[in-house]
């Protein structure tokens, strides 16, 4: 084997002959390099299937159901293959990395419940079976009812809406009917805290309530406040407050029994936004700090996989005033035969098609089944114990406004920084949320529900290694920004892309049907 000193290899790669120009194809491969899309990889003749021969006579399409062929990409099987994992290696992913998005529970998703979801029994159901053929899955959906009832403390559950948004909207259209059934139709305006999330007000208005903003005070809400707004809008016009708990600042507020009662007072109704959920699983239940209705983000909470759009489940529970307003169908059992009920003559009428997210309670079924109620405790002490961990650890460098363990300030499952002093060095939030990606962390959440803040959430399933690895790279950027902040304007610069510009990709996608 001859070698080459690094002179020749200089010139082998500088030189090439002159008639003969290195092709593109021959560049060595990047990590940035661009995946061409399956229509540019197309080859006049290339075929992933080959069909067997006709053993019928060919019978030509009728003209009037004959269209021009759509333009296909033709392309063989391992370079269909080949084309879509490179382009699943580019997507980040909890399988992958680390996944520290505040308030969206990126949570590990234990194979078990996929196993479970694909079992042929499950999967290979048709919606439109009679009730008579379905008892097995019409029971697992009647446990998983049981199930979040008895977390939340509430009376009865519906399984229909698909997510945390649609929960939200169903529960307001059944505290709607129930005031209208009441002879209260004036109940139509909707308090929600400043820092709700962008669903809360988007859902009252959906339901055609109004949304009158409650300010906060270091993330909670003010009593005074709370009443001096009542009375200014009249306590006979509120139909609810809709408020996260713990809330969005990450903090559990100890004063939520007191807010449960000025509503109560109010006549109105406390809708809780359950999506918080995993920090208080079996340590107290929704019921028992007042609240009338909620919903479940079983995607978060009970490991699903999301944040891909869908799909998810978004549960909700309310009080038994409440429940004869619930969707229908509504899952029952009588004597061990379960059964689809849609005799309620009160109820709103249905929210979806068919009865619920099947997979997606199967999953939710399986994963509070293994768990078991101290496994679900377990989930919430962990998940708390991280944040706190975390917040411990990079307060000094990343201040956290709603965090001080000296005056007893602890987080719930996520928590807030806000780094001034490091911001205060030229640097923004994205220049640290895109440094984070060249160490193949996921960013926080950024910006929400206050200005400048990182809102950061571990999840009970990421190990002490994982925790520590992340403070050490958050504390390496607060040096590199101490030290050369302008070199964080370039990040990041060991991912597939650099930085995009999110505004043109928001405003003027680019998306290209060929077909
Ligand atoms: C995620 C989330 C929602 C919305 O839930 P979806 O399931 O995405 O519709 C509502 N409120 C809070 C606080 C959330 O974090």
């Known amino acids: 084997m001859t070698t080459m000193t690094p002179n020749q290899d200089a010139m082998i790669e500088k030189k090439p002959q002159a008639d003969q120009p290195i092709p593109a194809a021959a560049e060595p491969r990047s990590a940035r390099q661009v995946e061409p899309t399956v229509f540019e990889k197309s080859c006049p003749g290339a075929r992933s299937v080959t069909l067997p021969d006709l053993d019928v006579a060919e019978t030509p399409i009728p003209d009037a159901l004959a269209s021009t062929a759509p333009d296909w990409a033709e392309i063989g099987i391992l370079q269909t ?89 169903t529960a307001l259209k059944v505290i709607r009917a129930f005031y209208k059934a009441k ?78 009662k000025i509503i109560h007072e109010a006549g109105a109704k406390v809708y809780l936004d359950g999506a918080n959920m995993n920090a208080i699983l079996g340590k107290t239940r929704p019921a028992d700090f007042g609240a009338d209705a909620m919903h479940y983000n079983v995607h978060k909470t009970f490991s699903t996989p999301h944040g891909g759009g869908g799909p998810g489940g978004g549960p909700i529970v309310v009080t038994k005033e409440l429940a004869p307003f619930l969707p229908i ?10 059964a689809l009920d849609y005799d309620k003559p009160h ?38 114990l991280s944040a706190n961990y975390l917040a411990a650890k990079l307060n000094d460098k990343y201040e956290t406004p709603f965090w001080n363990s000296e005056n007893g300030k602890y987080a719930a499952h996520e928590f807030l920084t806000v780094p001034k002093a490091l911001l205060s060095q030229g640097v923004t939030l994205n220049d640290i949320a895109k440094r984070l990606i060249d160490f193949g962390i996921h960013p926080p959440t950024m910006h929400w529900p206050i200005k400048d803040c990182l809102m950061v959430e571990p999840t009970e399933t990421e190990s002490l290694e994982t925790l520590d690895r992340f403070i050490a790279v958050m504390r390496r950027i607060a040096h590199e920004i101490e030290t050369d902040p302008q070199q964080l304007a370039k990040a990041p610069q060991d991912a597939t892309v650099n930085r995009l510009d999110i505004v043109a990709a928001d405003r003027a996608p680019k998306v290209v049907f060929k077909g």
Not at 116 to 131: K, R, V
Not at 329 to 338: A, K, L, M, R
Not at 369 to 381: K, Q, Y
Request: aromatic share 8%; glycine share 12%; with cysteine.
């Open 329 to 338: 169908p509504q899952i029952t059992e009588s004597n061990g035969v379960f």
């Open 183 to 260: 002879g209260e139709p004036n109940r139509i305006k909707v308090l929600a805290p400043e820092t709700a999330h962008g669903t809360n007000p988007a859902s009252c208005a959906m339901c055609g309530a109004g949304v009158i903003t409650v300010p906060t005070v270091g993330g909670s809400i003010d009593f005074d406040e709370l009443r001096a707004i009542i009375d200014r809008e009249g306590a006979d016009t509120i139909m609810a407050l809709m408020i996260t708990n713990p809330n969005t600042a990450g903090v559990f507020d100890g004063g939520m029994a007191q807010i449960s």
């Open 81 to 169: 293959v080949r084309h879509y994992t490179h382009l699943s290696q580019r997507n980040f992913s909890i399988d992958g990395e680390f996944y520290p998005l505040g308030s969206c529970t990126m949570k590990f998703n234990p194979r078990i419940n996929e196993h479970a979801a694909a079992l042929p029994g499950f999967a290979s159901l048709h919606p439109m079976q009679g009730d008579a053929d379905i008892q097995g899955a019409l029971a697992l959906l009647y446990q998983t009812r049981q199930f979040l009832e008895a977390i939340s403390g509430l009376d009865e559950a519906c399984l229909q809406p698909a997510a945390g948004a649609h929960g939200e909207y």
């Open 347 to 384: 109820t709103i009428g249905k929210v979806r098609s068919f009865i619920t997210q099947f997979g997606i309670m199967v999953r939710c079924w399986t994963y509070i089944r293994a768990c078991g109620p101290e496994g679900l405790r377990g989930v919430a002490e962990q998940a708390v």
